[in-house]
C-alpha cells in the first residue's frame, strides 16, 4: 500500500496490527528526512537557480514549486532595441566602407586621367581645330558594361599596342574598345597623338575615333566597329569563296588613296600616317576601304618633315629614303601606297623568302625588278587574270613603279596619286600615267640599287632576328623541336608563328606590330 503525503511519499508496509513505514521519499520540490515528522522541508528554487524562467520575468517561490511572473514586453523591446542596433552598425560599417571605396576609386580614376595625359589631352584638344565636340569621353563604367567587364567573350584579337573588345553600348551601337598595354612615357606620346589626330580627321575611307577614357589604369580608344577584316586578310587568305576581282581591288587602291590625300593636304593640317599597309586597310560591309591605326602618325606644320631617331614602320613597306636620312616626308607614305597596289596586282607578301636560297626579297624589289624586264604578266595574281582589264592593270603598275622610286622627289604626292586612279578608272584604254616625271640617270640607277641591297639587308636582318627569338622561345617554352628552315620560311611569309589568337596573319615590323584583329580593327 503506498501513502501519499503533502511532503513526501511512502510505501505502507503492515504486519497484522503493526504499521511500518519504509521506503519513504520527499516529494519533488522537497527535501529532507521523509521518515520523521516535518521531516521534508520546501526547496526554495529561486534561491538555487533552478527556475527556467524568461529573460525579463522574475521567479516566486511556493511549497513544492516556483512561478513566473511579470510582463515579456520588456524582453521583446530589448530584443529588438538590440536587433535594430547590431543593423544600423552593420549599415554603418557597410555604407562607410562603400564610400570608402567609392573614394579611393574617384582618387584612382582622377590618377589615372592625369598619368595618362588627361591634362595634356584634353590641353591638345582645346588647342586642335578639329571636331572636338564629336569626340567623346567615355567613362569607364560605360565601357565595362559595353564590354561586359572587358571579357575574355568579347576579344577580336591582341597585338603589340594592346588588346581590342567587341562592345555594345547603351544606344544599341557596336563598336571596337582598344584597350592599350601599361604603357610607359613614349607609348603615352603615341596614345595621346592618335587621339589628337583622329579628331581632327573626317573623312569617309579614315576610321572614325568615337570617344576615349581615361580613368583606367591603361587608356581605351573607341572606334567605330567595321565588320568585314583588312585588306591583308582578303588578299593572302584561302578562301572558297574569294570574292576580292580586280575592280573591287582597284576601287580599294582609289580609297586609300582619296584618304591619304585628305591627310597630306586637306586635313586641318598635314598628317602622316607612317604606317601605311594591307593590314591597317579595313573593309565595311561593302568592301570600301577606310585607313586605320594611328598610333604612329605624326601632325605636322606646312613645309615641315618629321625626324625621327627610330626607324618605324612595317618590313617591306619602309621608305629607302626614310632608311638612310631618318627624315620621314608626305613621299614616305607614297612609298609604302606603291608597295600595297603592287600587293593588290601581284596579291605576294611584302617580304617573302626565297626557298632555294633562303634569301629574303621585298616585293618592291620583285616588282621593280618584272616592270623593268617587261615581265608584269608573270606576277600578276593568277585570281584576277580572267576578269581584269589589262590596261588598267598596266596603268596601275605604272604607277606604282612611279610610287616605289627610291628617292622621294622621283615619286608623285598623293592628290596626284589619287588623280590618276581615278582617271585609269574611267579611262581603261590608256595605260600611261599622267604625272610628269624626270627619267633616271644611270647614277640614279645605281643609288636605286645600293639603296635596295641595303634595305634587303636590314629587312633580312630584322626577320632573322624575329625568327631567332621565336626559335629560342619555342625550344625552351615548348617540349618538342623548335621550327625547321622550311617552317622558318612561313614565318618569314607571315603564314605560321606570327598571328593573333584568331589566326590572323602578322606581318614581321622594324617597330613592335600593331597587329589587326579578327574583324580587322587596329590594335
Known sequence: MVERRTKCICEIVSNRSEIIYANCVCNDGYIGNPYVVDGCVDIDECKMSLYTCEEGQDCVNTLGHYKCVGDKTKSILIGVGSGFGVLALVGGVWWLRKFLIKRRMEKR????????????????????????????????????KATENFSENRVLGHGG???????MLVDGRTVAVKKSKVIDEDKLQEFINEVVILSQINHRHVVK???????????????????????????????????????????????????????????????????????????????????????????ITIDQTHWTTIVSGTVGYVDPE?????????????????????ELITGDKPVIMVQNTREIVSLADRFRLAMKEKRLSDIIDARIKEDCKPEQVMAVANL?????????????????????????????????????????????????????????????????????????????LVPHDSPS???????????????????????????????????????
Open 400 to 476: 606604282a613603279l612611279v610610287c616605289l622610286s627610291s628617292k622621294g622627289k622621283k615619286r608623285p604626292n598623293m592628290r596626284e596619286v589619287f588623280t590618276e586612279l581615278e582617271r585609269i578608272c574611267t579611262s581603261p584604254a590608256d595605260s600611261q600615267v599622267q604625272i610628269h616625271v624626270d627619267e633616271e640617270d644611270e647614277e640614279e640607277g645605281e643609288e636605286e640599287e645600293e639603296a635596295s641591297n641595303m634595305i634587303n639587308k636590314v629587312d633580312s636582318l630584322v626577320l632573322w632576328l624575329r625568327l631567332l627569338l621565336q626559335m629560342l622561345n619555342h625550344y625552351f
Open 209 to 299: 575615333l568615337l570617344g576615349c577614357c581615361l580613368e583606367t589604369e591603361v587608356p581605351i580608344l573607341v572606334y567605330e566597329f567595321i565588320l568585314n577584316g583588312n585588306l591583308f586578310q582578303h588578299i593572302h587568305e584561302d578562301s572558297d569563296d574569294y570574292t576580292m576581282i580586280w575592280k573591287m581591288r582597284l576601287l580599294i587602291a582609289v580609297d586609300v588613296a582619296g584618304a591619304l590625300s585628305y591627310l597630306h593636304s586637306s586635313a586641318s593640317s598635314p598628317i602622316y600616317h607612317r604606317d601605311i599597309k594591307s593590314a591597317n586597310i579595313l573593309l565595311d560591309e561593302k568592301h570600301r576601304a577606310k585607313v586605320a591605326d594611328f598610333g604612329t602618325s605624326r601632325s
Open 109 to 144: 580614376k582622377k590618377k589615372f586621367f592625369k598619368r595618362n595625359g588627361g591634362l595634356l589631352l584634353q590641353q591638345e584638344l582645346n588647342t586642335s581645330d578639329g571636331n572636338v565636340e564629336k569626340t567623346r569621353i567615355f567613362s569607364s563604367r560605360e565601357l565595362e
Open 322 to 342: 626614310y632608311y638612310r636620312s631618318s627624315q620621314y616626308t608626305d613621299k614616305s607614305d607614297v612609298y609604302s601606297f606603291g608597295v600595297m597596289l603592287a
Open 161 to 167: 599596342q594592346g588588346t581590342v573588345y567587341k562592345g
Open 485 to 523: 628552315l622550311v617552317e622558318a620560311s612561313e614565318v618569314v611569309n607571315g603564314s605560321s608563328g606570327l598571328t593573333s589568337e584568331h589566326g590572323n596573319n602578322l606581318t614581321p615590323e622594324i617597330k613592335e606590330e600593331a597587329a589587326t584583329t579578327e574583324t580587322g580593327t587596329p590594335v
